[in-house]
């Protein structure tokens, strides 16, 4: 590993205390559409679904609002994704 080339995010104060919008993907549920995997917004608490699934709905929510970070919504799964930086967090 080469020391300085690390990227930082610089998004996580964007992160706030979020209640789940729903229990499975917002926009599916209403579209009447299924999903593969959960994703939670940290700014806002928006579930959508992964790149794995149909419509996309994570992303989606990242371009229609630039919440930058989400965190797994799967049991167990905690990892969080910087959408701007590209990156695991
Ligand atoms: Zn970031
Ligand atoms: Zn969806
Ligand atoms: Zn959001």
Not at 12 to 28: F, N, W, Y
Not at 29 to 55: E, F, Q
Request: aromatic fraction near 6%.
């Amino acid at each position: 590993m080469k020391k300085g080339m690390e990227k930082m995010c610089i998004h996580e104060d964007q992160i706030r205390d979020v209640t789940p919008s729903a229990q499975g993907c917002e926009d599916c549920l209403k579209m009447g559409s299924t999903w593969v995997h959960l994703r939670i917004c940290l700014t806002c608490g928006h579930v959508g679904c992964c790149d794995n699934s149909p419509n996309k709905h994570a992303t989606k929510h990242y371009h229609d609002t630039g919440h930058p970070i989400i965190q797994s919504f799967q049991p167990g799964e905690d990892w969080r994704w910087c959408y701007v930086d590209d990156m695991l967090l």
